[in-house]
């Protein structure tokens, strides 16, 4: 069954019949479409297009479809342009010419930017939803795990922090990523039915009624928008994006860490895989699909930023690929997420080795510079100072604060013996990152 054919000679070329059909991966809006479907039903009755009993009928065929569907009973498949096709044609098997009313006052452009709309807005909320998961396991992690580490700048020592702060700062990141994707929920939040092709109608409809029933803000301002914008999925496919991106940075972290010349953690053989021919090997492939897989999520935005950017207003039939993209997005992001809170929930952390790392790279050279500046040295000569002494400790193999108070003194007459608690690991991050240590 076709929506469309009267204005036709011929039959549509096969080949072209399934290269237009998105029915293949839109049947995953079928809840959304009924539901929606369901709504503008409510509504033409509410202005008289429906009788009572026929918008009875129309209810009640559709929430037997979702029944059906739910217990398998009916199968979301078949030859069919696409997902309103199979809903409408239902109606119309189940209910003749009284389910051919239910397009009255409708298109498809507006069914499907509808559908989509509350598709994405349930999806986010499920993607924020495991993202506050993992912010619950990071800081479980931390928690349990306040250990000095060193932090790095350029993969280079710099100064001391704990791996508590060390997770806490992507927990950061993902409050921020939470946040995208609730203003990405908001701007959606309006209501498309009723904006039908492009134009409106000229049947009395009621779009406030609709969108209280679909629970939308309000109509769209602007009925050609209301069809044509899909800014609403690339945002989503933006923030997602900049989450992959976090995921993907704590990843090449973990990666890092775990690597037999670190061992700051273990990561647990549950998410880890071997070699077929290096009996030894233990490989963090479950982050490094993360990683791979931010790559994909990437792509799926440039996909639909290059799909867009050139359309004239309204609806065109490039719009269709907006679906596959986001359905990709979506899934990847959610296992990615899951995985990451595994890998964090089963993470080892290796205090011992952390601190050997510490006395390695001359971590609290700023510290001794900052003594130095409390002592009234100006800054960049306490650097220069410092730097001398750097460069003495690494040809003497030691690290500044083995050095005795004599050695100290031939750098600057400063020096004192309060000098040792002043760059003591604990000492300094207590001071710098007083939270690290609550
Ligand atoms: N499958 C189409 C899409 O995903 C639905 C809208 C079709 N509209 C049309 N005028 N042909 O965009």
Same mark, same amino acid.
């Given at each position: 069954?076709?929506?469309?054919?009267?204005?036709?000679?011929?039959?549509?070329?096969?080949?072209?019949?399934?290269?237009?059909?998105?029915?293949?991966?839109?049947?995953?809006?079928?809840?959304?479409?009924?539901?929606?479907?369901?709504?503008?039903?409510?509504?033409? *009755? *509410?202005?008289?297009?429906?009788?009572?009993?026929?918008?009875?009928?129309?209810?009640?065929?559709?929430?037997?479809?979702?029944?059906?569907?739910?217990?398998? =009973?009916?199968?979301?498949?078949?030859?069919?342009?696409?997902?309103?096709?199979?809903?409408?044609?239902?109606?119309?098997?189940?209910?003749?010419?009284?389910?051919?009313?239910?397009?009255?006052?409708?298109?498809?452009?507006? =069914?499907?930017?509808?559908?989509?709309?509350?598709?994405?807005?349930?999806?986010?909320?499920?993607?924020?939803?495991?993202?506050?998961?993992?912010?619950?396991?990071?800081?479980? *992690?931390?928690?349990?795990?306040?250990?000095?580490?060193?932090?790095?700048?350029?993969?280079?020592?710099?100064?001391?922090?704990?791996?508590?702060?060390?997770?806490?700062?992507?927990?950061?990141?993902?409050?921020?990523?939470?946040?995208?994707?609730?203003?990405?929920?908001?701007?959606?939040?309006?209501?498309?039915?009723?904006?039908?092709?492009?134009?409106?109608?000229?049947?009395?409809?009621?779009?406030?009624?609709?969108?209280?029933?679909?629970?939308?803000?309000?109509?769209?301002?602007?009925?050609?928008?209301?069809?044509?914008?899909?800014?609403?999925?690339?945002?989503?496919?933006?923030?997602?994006?900049?989450?992959?991106?976090?995921?993907?940075?704590?990843?090449?972290?973990?990666?890092?860490?775990?690597?037999?010349?670190?061992?700051?953690?273990?990561?647990?053989?549950?998410?880890?895989?071997?070699?077929?021919?290096?009996? =030894?090997?233990?490989?963090?492939?479950?982050?490094?699909?993360?990683?791979?897989?931010?790559?994909?999520?990437?792509?799926?935005?440039?996909?639909?930023?290059?799909?867009?950017?050139?359309?004239?207003?309204?609806?065109?039939?490039?719009?269709?690929?907006?679906?596959?993209?986001?359905?990709?997005?979506?899934?990847?992001?959610?296992?990615?997420?899951?995985?990451?809170?595994?890998?964090?929930?089963?993470?080892?952390?290796?205090?011992?080795?952390?601190?050997?790392?510490?006395?390695?790279?001359?971590?609290?050279?700023?510290?001794?510079?900052?003594?130095?500046?409390?002592?009234?040295?100006?800054?960049?000569?306490?650097?220069?100072?410092?730097?001398?002494?750097?460069?003495?400790?690494?040809?003497?193999?030691?690290?500044?604060?083995?050095?005795?108070?004599?050695?100290?003194?031939?750098?600057?007459?400063?020096?004192?013996?309060?000098?040792?608690?002043?760059?003591?690991?604990?000492?300094?991050?207590?001071?710098?990152?007083? *939270?690290?240590?609550?």
């Amino acid at each position: 069954m076709k929506l469309w054919g009267g204005r036709f000679n011929k039959d549509q070329n096969e080949l072209m019949k399934e290269f237009n059909s998105s029915f293949g991966f839109d049947k995953r809006l079928i809840f959304e479409d009924i539901k929606g479907s369901i709504a503008h039903a409510r509504m033409l *009755k *509410k202005i008289g297009v429906f009788s009572d009993d026929e918008f009875g009928l129309i209810d009640e065929s559709l929430n037997e479809l979702i029944k059906q569907i739910r217990s398998c =009973q009916i199968e979301v498949d078949g030859d069919f342009e696409d997902v309103h096709t199979f809903v409408e044609n239902f109606l119309v098997q189940k209910l003749g010419d009284l389910g051919k009313k239910i397009h009255t006052a409708r298109s498809r452009n507006d =069914q499907v930017a509808l559908d989509m709309r509350l598709y994405l807005k349930n999806a986010c909320n499920n993607v924020i939803d495991y993202i506050e998961a993992l912010r619950v396991a990071l800081s479980k *992690k931390g928690a349990e795990n306040p250990y000095l580490m060193p932090g790095f700048t350029h993969l280079q020592p710099a100064q001391i922090i704990t791996f508590k702060y060390y997770l806490s700062a992507y927990n950061s990141m993902l409050q921020r990523d939470k946040k995208r994707l609730i203003n990405a929920i908001d701007n959606m939040d309006k209501n498309p039915l009723g904006s039908c092709a492009l134009a409106g109608t000229t049947h009395d409809i009621d779009m406030e009624y609709t969108s209280d029933i679909l629970g939308f803000i309000k109509p769209v301002d602007n009925f050609i928008d209301g069809v044509s914008d899909r800014d609403f999925v690339i945002e989503v496919l933006a923030a997602l994006s900049i989450l992959m991106m976090h995921l993907s940075r704590l990843c090449e972290d973990l990666i890092i860490y775990s690597s037999n010349q670190f061992r700051f953690i273990t990561i647990n053989d549950q998410y880890s895989t071997g070699s077929s021919i290096m009996p =030894q090997k233990k490989n963090p492939d479950s982050l490094e699909l993360i990683r791979g897989k931010t790559g994909r999520v990437y792509g799926d935005l440039v996909a639909l930023l290059t799909t867009m950017k050139a359309l004239p207003l309204a609806y065109n039939k490039d719009m269709q690929e907006d679906k596959e993209p986001v359905f990709d997005a979506i899934d990847t992001v959610i296992a990615c997420i899951r995985v990451m809170k595994g890998v964090i929930e089963t993470l080892k952390v290796n205090k011992d080795e952390m601190l050997i790392s510490l006395n390695k790279g001359f971590i609290n050279a700023t510290e001794v510079a900052d003594y130095l500046v409390k002592k009234g040295v100006a800054f960049r000569s306490a650097h220069e100072i410092v730097g001398r002494i750097v460069l003495f400790c690494e040809e003497k193999n030691r690290n500044i604060h083995e050095l005795s108070i004599e050695e100290l003194k031939k750098f600057s007459e400063l020096f004192d013996n309060d000098i040792y608690p002043y760059i003591d690991y604990f000492n300094i991050v207590n001071k710098g990152i007083k *939270k690290a240590m609550l």
